[in-house]
Nanobody, 126 residues
Framework: QVQLVESGGGLVQAGGSLRLSCAAS????????VAWFRQTPRKERAFVAA????????YYADSVKGRFTISSDNARNTVSLQMNSLKAEDTAVYYC???????????????????WGQGTQVTVSS
């Protein structure tokens, strides 16, 4: 089991920045990839960004490329999402997710991830 706890959400004006953090505990060594998803009411969770726990290549949704940066600190079992130039359409609940390491690949679907945090609200006012 892997437990994930997000922090850092809040209210920000359009054009501003926020940094989300995700702290992992438990059997993190068994997990290969960690990702951020976001969800708005009446919509499915959408992929935002992903990275291997050990770092390296990063993967982003087209809508956030150039504005968001995902990073991982494997020694501290944390992953962060730096969000710059925020837009009203970035408003959502953001979730941290970790896989079970079985595929050894980065996943882009919520179904690729077994462990989830409770979510943190990000609201961008226009």
């Amino acid at each position: 089991q892997v437990q994930l706890v997000e922090s850092g959400g809040g209210l920000v004006q359009a054009g501003g920045s926020l940094r989300l953090s995700c702290a992992a505990s438990g059997r993190t060594a068994s997990s290969y990839a960690v990702a951020w998803f976001r969800q708005t009411p009446r919509k499915e969770r959408a992929f935002v960004a992903a990275i291997r726990w050990t770092g390296g290549s990063t993967y982003y949704a087209d809508s956030v490329k150039g504005r968001f940066t995902i990073s991982s600190d494997n020694a501290r079992n944390t992953v962060s999402l730096q969000m710059n130039s925020l837009k009203a359409e970035d408003t959502a609940v953001y979730y941290c997710a970790a896989d079970n390491g079985a595929s050894g690949e980065i996943g882009y679907s919520p179904h690729d991830y077994e462990y989830w945090g409770q979510g943190t609200q990000v609201t961008v006012s226009s």
